[in-house]
Nanobody, 124 residues
Framework: QVQLVESGGGLVQAGGSLRLSCAASVRTFGAYSMGWYRQAPGKEREFVAS????????YYGDSVKGRFTISRDNAGNTVYLRMNSLQPEDTAVYYC?????????????????WGQGTQVTVSS
């Protein structure tokens, strides 16, 4: 069982920045992936970003490309999502995900575990 603990959500004005963190309860060596999905009220869940930890390859959804950056710490068990130039349409609950396999060629994961979610609200 892997536990994911998220932090860093909150309220920010349009154009601002936030950084989300997700700590995994296991040391993330090996062919593991971690990433972020989000879901806004009344909308389907959307892929945000992922990282294949074995080679540090990163992937992004089209709506966040160029504004968001996924990274990890040196110990490898915490991933971050730096979100710049936030817009009201970025408002959603953001979920950290963990998978024991690599993402597909488009970065989409098959998560084995989900975090509890953290709310990001961007005001106009």
């Amino acid at each position: 069982q892997v536990q994911l603990v998220e932090s860093g959500g909150g309220l920010v004005q349009a154009g601002g920045s936030l950084r989300l963190s997700c700590a995994a309860s296991v040391r993330t060596f090996g062919a593991y992936s971690m990433g972020w999905y989000r879901q806004a009220p009344g909308k389907e869940r959307e892929f945000v970003a992922s990282m294949f930890l074995a080679v540090d390859s990163t992937y992004y959804g089209d709506s966040v490309k160029g504004r968001f950056t996924i990274s990890r710490d040196n110990a490898g068990n915490t991933v971050y999502l730096r979100m710049n130039s936030l817009q009201p349409e970025d408002t959603a609950v953001y979920y950290c995900t963990f998978s024991r396999v690599a993402p597909d060629n488009n970065g989409r994961m098959r998560p084995d575990y989900w975090g509890q979610g953290t709310q990001v609200t961007v005001s106009s």
